[in-house]
């Protein structure tokens, strides 16, 4: 079956910085999204990766390595507002999307 | 600003009292989704539309449709809401399919079912 992984919940400081991992087991690969998702809100695109490196926006990046099925998204001095539940979601080879169940990021001062 | 547009917000409904979800698109996008997401969990696919072709997934129940009239506009037919359906509605849309266009989500409907 196809699977996605992520952490339940992480934890981290106003300030500092957060690598959130997504694991992968999918029928093919077509891209990899990241997205956030505010409680009780939509979710908002913010990465797409279908190479192997690092994509680079502003305080957020994201990593893919095809490999190993392997993403993360890194987030640099992070503020309040970036507390939400951030979601990974896979393009498999009938362009359907596998969702992972999210990440939720808890920010304290 | 062109958008996705999903009404009402929220939505209650009574048990087994037909309800029905609306979206409209200002992105002229090709594509457009109904996802149904219960707390802390993934967005499950329900439907999808590439132009009028409409394509419905497998593990979808019967007593959920969808109509699509036209590229603006979409629509979620919950027939006989149970209990378990109540959940955030979400619609959305994208260019195209497989070329890394996004996906772009409306507001979302909160369906409370009673």
């Known amino acids: 079956g196809q699977n996605i992984d992520q952490p339940t919940e992480m934890t981290a400081t106003e300030g500092a910085i957060v690598q959130i991992n997504c694991t992968y087991q999918?029928?093919?690969?077509?891209?990899l999204f990241w997205y956030q998702q505010h409680a009780g809100e939509a979710p908002t695109f913010l990465s797409y990766n279908v190479l192997d490196g690092l994509e680079e926006k502003g305080r957020f990046s994201s990593f893919l390595s095809r490999s190993k099925g392997y993403s993360y998204l890194l987030l640099k001095e992070l503020q309040m507002k970036d507390s939400a539940s951030y979601l990974c979601a896979v393009m498999d080879s009938n362009y359907q999307l596998i969702w992972g169940a999210g990440t939720k990021l808890i920010i304290k001062p | 600003d062109a958008m996705v547009i999903q009404n009402p917000r929220y939505q209650v409904t009574q048990f087994g009292k037909p309800v029905t979800l609306s979206c409209s698109q200002t992105?002229?996008?090709?594509?457009m989704y109904w996802y149904q997401q219960k707390s802390s969990q993934a967005p499950k696919l329900l439907f999808h539309y590439y132009d009028k072709d409409f394509n419905n997934e497998a593990d979808t129940p019967d007593n959920f449709q969808s109509r699509r009239p036209n590229t603006s506009f979409c629509f979620l037919d919950i027939r006989s809401p149970g209990l378990g359906d109540a959940a955030m509605y979400l619609c959305?849309?994208?260019?195209?399919?497989?070329?890394?266009?996004?996906?772009?989500f409306g507001n979302g409907t909160r369906l409370t079912v009673t």
């Open positions: 959305a849309t994208s260019r195209t399919q497989g070329d890394g266009s996004p996906l772009h």
């Open positions: 999918t029928s093919g690969f077509n891209g």
């Open positions: 992105l002229n996008h090709n594509v």
